[in-house]
């Protein structure tokens, strides 16, 4: 391992230390209804008792403000003080609301207003906020979901993502508020990675480094899942880079956190954790050989598991065997079931050739975030679904029921032209 990069440190709530020097911190999301108390509340303690350190939930509306709030009270008046983060899009009004209730808020200034300027100074007001209420954010901008001004002026490129944070990075340090972490997510392994080599170089240069969240936004499930997030994170932390990480997978959360567990002690003193064989030698292989086949300095692997190998040489975007998918993890704006639908496309689709599969859990952030998709499938709600090609949504409002053959139907029909 390379020296790890010296980052701020940053606090949030009473115990929860991020930042070089502290073990990285594993986190998760629940996929809960945030509306829905009592199973949110269930599925909170049952990550905490899995060693989640963070937990972060989502807060769709204004009214979620209020189930959040209650939320906590009853993890704290049971004993489970995991501090809570709140997943906040677009909405300043809601991210301003969810500070006195949460340690933390994860946020992309860029979409608080159309109007970047407008957007600037609701961040600054958020910043007061939250400097008053001691709270940590997390600056999340992933790829696919910059925004129209940041793409206008800073392009779609791994260092225009650096770029766009940046900006918001030196509001922070002019403000003199300093609880901050940084994400630069997206699903392309490749990008991903330079993403965040360039927000580090460009944050040392600055003087000031704030600790980075690391991961790979809709790797997708199974064995796939977890080898993207683990060759592009752990290529990461092999250079020191990456404070705090989720392994974001469309399964139950709890399941991201033995993967998270893996690379946390790998890289850093965190705890160990115990795997079965099996899980432990694809987490180990895709943990050994990413690092250098996405930086090409080999080509090929010695592994005999031709599988595996195939696995990981698509995860690093060097062989493509098999459809690339990208699939969000959901949460509690996902309005169908998500993981059942994902697992039937992947059966659908397997013998499709050079195409790149989306199936995300909402409308609302869906299509921004299957940046690199040639078809997506977006749930709309009320058992409708928008199919897209590329960007364009061309079939819209049709029944959860026939969405995925009207997908496979789609697929097949620009194939054979
Ligand atoms: S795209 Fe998926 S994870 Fe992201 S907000 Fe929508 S449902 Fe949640």
């Known amino acids: 391992m390379k020296e790890i990069l010296e980052t701020r440190t940053v606090r949030v709530g009473e115990n929860v230390l991020i930042g070089s020097g502290h073990p990285i911190v594993v986190q998760t999301m629940c996929n809960t209804h945030t509306s829905d108390i009592e199973a949110t509340v269930a599925q909170c303690k049952l990550l905490a008792a899995a060693g989640s350190q963070l937990i972060r939930i989502t807060v769709p509306a204004m009214a979620d403000v209020k189930h ?6 009853h993890l704290r008046a049971d004993g489970v003080n995991t501090p809570l983060v709140a997943d906040i899009h677009f909405s300043s009004e809601i991210a301003m609301a969810v500070v006195p209730v949460v340690e933390k808020i994860r946020i992309n200034p860029g979409n608080f207003h159309p109007d970047h300027e407008k957007a600037r100074a609701l961040f600054g007001q958020f910043l007061g906020l939250c400097k008053q209420y001691d709270r940590a954010i997390r600056i999340g901008l992933n790829h696919g979901s910059l925004g129209k001004y940041i793409v206008e002026k800073y392009g779609n490129t791994p260092e225009a993502m650096a770029l766009a944070a940046m900006e918001w990075v030196e509001m922070c340090i002019e403000a003199g508020f300093y609880n901050v972490v940084v994400s630069l997510k997206a699903s392309n392994t490749v990008v991903m990675v330079n993403a965040y080599r360039n927000l580090a170089r460009m944050m040392k240069e600055r003087g000031v480094v704030f600790p980075l969240h690391v991961g790979v936004t809709e790797a997708g499930n199974g064995d796939s899942g977890r080898i993207k997030s683990c060759v592009a994170i752990s290529t990461l932390l092999e250079e020191g880079i990456g404070n705090t990480i989720r392994v974001s997978l469309t399964e139950p ?11 946390a002690h790998r890289y850093s003193s965190a705890p160990s954790v115990s795997l079965g064989e099996r899980e432990e030698t694809i987490l180990k292989a895709a943990c050994d050989y990413g690092a250098p086949l996405l930086n090409h300095e080999v080509d090929d692997i010695p592994l005999e598991d031709e599988y595996l190998k195939d696995e990981i040489l698509q995860a690093c975007r060097r062989k493509f065997y098999k459809p690339e998918y990208i699939a969000c993890p959901g949460c509690g704006r996902t309005l169908y079931n998500l993981e059942e639908t994902f697992n039937r496309v992947k059966a659908a689709t ?24 040639d078809y997506g499938y977006v749930g709309e709600g009320a058992g409708k679904v928008t199919l897209y090609r590329k960007k364009e949504p061309v079939l819209r409002h049709i029944p959860e029921n026939e969405a995925v053959d009207r997908l496979v139907e789609l697929i097949k029909t620009d194939q054979a032209k």
Request: hydrophobic share 40%; net charge negative.
């Open 68 to 73: 959040l709030e209650e939320i906590r009270s």
């Open 253 to 263: 959360p709890q399941n991201e956190l033995p993967v998270a567990q893996y690379l």
């Open 350 to 373: 397997g013998e499709c050739k050079d195409v790149v599969i989306a199936v995300m859990g909402c409308i609302v952030n869906g299509p921004g975030e299957m940046a690199d998709a």
